[in-house]
Each structure stands twice: as C-alpha cells, then as structure tokens.
C-alpha cells in the first residue's frame, strides 16, 4: 500500500510525483504507458525531466536519445539545474488554482516544459555552446510558444502561466519566486545593442499581456497589471498600470504568491 504523501510533512517533490503519477496510471489506464514511460520507469528526477523533455523536442535534425543524454550530463554536472525544476514545480501547484498536483506541471503545462527547455539552454550557453543552446530556444518556441533567449537569467521557483506568447529577451533578468503569464514581453525598445532589457526583481508578477521594455529595473514584489507598458523603473511594492504605466493603488504585498490581479484602490 503506498503511503499518502500529504499526510504529515510535504514529501520531496519526487516522491510526490511518482506517488501521483502511480495514482493515475491506475484512474487512466489508456494513458498509463505514457505515464510509466515518462515519470514510473525512472529512479530520480534528473532521468524522468531528461526522458520527457528529450521526447517533446526531438526533431528531424535530432533525436529523443541524443537530446536526453545532453540533458541528463547537464542535470548531473549541474544540481542546481533540478532544485529550480522542483521549485518550479511547486510553484504551479501553490499558485495556480487548475494545478491538482505536481503530475499535470511536469506533463502537460508547456509554461513549465518550455522553462526546463530554457534552464537547460543557458547552461549551454554559458558553455559557449550557442548553436545548440539556439536550437533548443527554436524548439521550444515551436512546440510551447515561449520564446526566451538562451543568454536569459532566470530565477527559481518561477511560474509561466498559460505561458503563451511569453517572449524575454537576451540581456533580461527574472528573480526568483516570479509570475509572468500568457503574452508578457520583456524586450527592448529598438535596435539598441548591449545591456537593453529588463531587470525583474523577486517575487513580481508580471500580469496578462504586458510589456516590459528596455534596460529599466522593476523592484522586488512590484505588480505590473494586464495590458501595462512599463518604459521606466518600477520601485519595489509598487502597483504600476496603463499605457504609460503608473503608479495606481497601494503597496503590492507577495503579488506573484498571491496572483492577486485585481489593482487595490489608492489609500
């Protein structure tokens, strides 16, 4: 009988996995194959996240085996690499209301698939590996429609919900503990070169549709609303709205925690 992994302290987020993913396999008989294929036949995290993902990008111009032996060394050379996965994962699962568990995240969500994809891609980078890391910015584009640059920076324990459209640009950063959802731009403003792209502090939530744009600096905890464009510097705990956008409302408090959109009214 397999224990309930809620039942006392949270569970590592692999044996949650693997206890819902057990769990399903056995409610969804037609999807068991896949199930066992991706999460039960593997012993650890690092080998599941390398299947499943080598799967999804494999392409004519390379195959699912390559593509998982380059992730798996990337995961067992960088630990780091896993702990963001895991925390990303709980982050859907605290924040997003439709997540019934870790299963649907590591599976179906391409927010977090298309993250993976890019955490991996910037350790290529950072390798010098430009044409590779590239070509998994271009699969994952295609296959999630989230288009971050490889060079990107990117914190842990971040959610990209519904996640289509996201488009980060090279010199962008992203604390941790962010929420951007679906058709979010952190770009630049022209042809500028160098260092022209946003800087995201901890904990923003980067609401529905709006646009980040140029070298600017949003502090920790701010809260950008739906359809804003933000041309200048957001101070931390700031509620910033419109096109232009301005400060509206009170202080943000754990906005990306919370995904609390709604704008509050000025005190």
Same mark, same amino acid.
């Given at each position: 009988?397999?224990?309930?992994?809620?039942?006392?302290?949270?569970?590592?987020?692999?044996?949650?996995? *693997?206890?819902?993913? +057990?769990?399903?396999?056995?409610?969804?008989?037609?999807?068991?194959?896949?199930? $066992?294929?991706?999460?039960?036949?593997?012993?650890?995290?690092? &080998?599941?996240?390398?299947?499943?993902?080598?799967?999804?990008?494999?392409? +004519?111009?390379?195959?699912?085996? &390559?593509?998982?032996?380059?992730?798996?060394?990337?995961?067992?050379?960088?630990? *780091?690499?896993?702990?963001?996965?895991?925390?990303?994962?709980?982050?859907?699962?605290?924040?997003?209301?439709?997540?019934?568990?870790?299963? %649907?995240?590591?599976?179906?969500?391409?927010?977090?698939?298309?993250? %993976?994809?890019?955490?991996?891609?910037?350790?290529?980078?950072?390798?010098?590996?430009?044409?590779?890391?590239?070509?998994?910015?271009? +699969?994952?584009?295609?296959?999630?429609?989230?288009?971050? =640059?490889?060079?990107?920076?990117?914190?842990?324990?971040?959610?990209?919900? =519904?996640?289509?459209?996201?488009?980060?640009g090279e010199?962008?950063?992203?604390?941790?503990g962010c929420?951007?959802?679906?058709?979010?731009?952190?770009?630049?403003?022209?042809?500028?070169?160098?260092? +022209?792209?946003?800087?995201?502090?901890?904990?923003?939530?980067?609401?529905?549709? *709006?646009?980040?744009?140029?070298?600017?600096?949003?502090?920790?905890?701010?809260?950008?609303?739906?359809?804003?464009?933000?041309?200048?510097?957001?101070?931390? =705990?700031?509620?910033?709205?419109?096109?232009?956008?301005?400060?509206?409302?009170?202080?943000?408090? &754990?906005?990306?925690?919370?995904?609390? &959109?709604?704008?509050? $009214?000025?005190?």
């Amino acid at each position: 009988m397999v224990e309930n992994p809620d039942i006392g302290a949270p569970p590592p987020p692999w044996k949650r996995l *693997a206890f819902e993913a +057990r769990a399903a396999a056995a409610d969804e008989p037609a999807l068991a194959s896949y199930i $066992d294929a991706a999460i039960l036949s593997h012993d650890t995290i690092c &080998q599941a996240l390398s299947f499943h993902l080598a799967e999804k990008l494999a392409s +004519r111009e390379m195959g699912a085996q &390559q593509i998982r032996h380059i992730f798996a060394c990337i995961y067992e050379h960088e630990p *780091a690499i896993v702990e963001a996965a895991e925390l990303d994962m709980q982050a859907v699962l605290e924040r997003d209301p439709a997540c019934r568990g870790m299963l %649907q995240p590591f599976l179906f969500f391409k927010g977090f698939l298309a993250l %993976q994809t890019h955490r991996v891609a910037n350790r290529l980078w950072r390798e010098g590996r430009e044409t590779l890391a590239f070509h998994f910015q271009s +699969r994952a584009s295609e296959l999630f429609g989230v288009d971050i =640059h490889p060079a990107v920076r990117m914190g842990k324990g971040v959610m990209l919900d =519904h996640a289509s459209g996201i488009t980060i640009g090279e010199t962008a950063v992203v604390g941790d503990g962010c929420s951007i959802l679906q058709g979010v731009t952190l770009g630049g403003t022209g042809k500028e070169v160098g260092d +022209r792209h946003p800087k995201i502090g901890k904990g923003v939530l980067v609401s529905v549709g *709006a646009k980040v744009l140029g070298n600017i600096t949003v502090g920790d905890e701010a809260k950008i609303a739906a359809g804003s464009v933000v041309l200048k510097d957001v101070a931390a =705990h700031t509620t910033v709205a419109g096109v232009p956008a301005r400060i509206v409302g009170g202080e943000a408090s &754990q906005p990306a925690r919370s995904m609390d &959109q709604t704008i509050p $009214d000025a005190k």
